[in-house]
């Protein structure tokens, strides 16, 4: 090396100096020739550019949110753990509030994605969740993840996750109205707290960057849930033990000037009735009206096919969120119960100068 040193010094000196150094090996020379170096040597440590330091991790009340995505996501995975083994061994979901409102979720065509149960969909999604919080609070369970890695991640399932709850909570107030589902409420405040401690985490003035990534990651799984659902119908909880074929009562009572013209006013603003062939306050309604009003009124079978096991709700009637039988639908107003012809005529705003007859 000392040789090649020498070589590089004596090629870098002017001609006249050349020739003197050819023969004689100075210390000036050998000081001189000690300032190059081979480009092939690697540079020294002090010479490297360090990296970047990833920012620095965010707390909230004194805790790490990556302690408290963990535990947060622990509550989630205890939860849709226990909804999993109801779901997978047809077990009865116990329900503190709203009675057996519960069951009537965990049971419905809802209940699954493309042909997975949501509660193990759910539970994979928390597990994963805490397993990369876990990794960020430098517990080496999935290696080769650095911090921005984990932390992006974490940002995008919560997003997803809080996607699809808001989706649900739109599924449970649109197609199961009336019905309470603790687990659904709490399922959506554990995504919902996830979501803003991840937000909490990158901060503010950073998630600008992500948003169109975050935008994108929610309208897929928005997408995905509307594909998955658009053959979805509700089933009426208890008559999966048994199949009722369809039936027609006839309406033998005769209609009054006034049942009429009211059915002709309904008819003439969209109002419907909603009703069940095996329903008996639906017949009755029926008969009050009387069978020729009956042939002008506009009238929904909502289980055209019959009920029971493997027997579904019609999707006209699944799609308006009944609560029992018969249901009408006045003015976008949903009134429920067989009702006298003159609280349907208040409702619908119809004056008539026959006087109602009973």
Known sequence: MATISAAL????????????????????????????????????????TPAPPSPPPSSLWGVSTSAWTAGVAGLGLLETGYLSYLKLTGSEAFCPVGGGGCGDVLDSDYSVVFGIPLPLVGMLAYGLVAALSLQ?????????????????????????MATASAYFLFILNTKFVGT?????????????TLFFIRIKDIGLARIQKFLGLQLAVAVIVALSLTNSYSSATTQLKGTDNFVLEPYKIEVTAESTPF???????????????????????????????GREAMEVLDYVECFPNGAGKGKKMA?????????????WIINGKLLSGDKELSVLAEESGFVSEVPEQS
């Open 136 to 160: 960020e609070n430098s517990e080496e369970l999935l290696p080769g993840l650095d911090d921005l890695d984990i932390r992006l991640t974490l940002l995008l399932l919560a997003t997803s």
């Open 9 to 48: 010094s004596i090629s870098f000196l002017p001609p006249p100096t050349r020739r003197a150094a050819s023969t004689t090996f100075s210390p000036r020379v050998i000081k001189r020739a000690a300032r190059f170096r081979c480009c092939a040597e690697p540079p020294s440590p002090e010479q490297e």
């Open 180 to 192: 309470s589902c603790v687990y659904c409420l709490s399922s959506a405040f554990i995504s919902f």
């Open 259 to 289: 049942a009429i013209s009211l059915a002709k006013h309904l008819h003439s603003i969209g109002a419907k009735m909603y009703g069940a062939f095996w329903c008996s306050h639906c017949n009755d309604q029926k008969q009050m009206f």
């Open 315 to 327: 999707n006209e009637c699944a799609a308006t969120g009944l609560e029992g039988f018969p249901t």
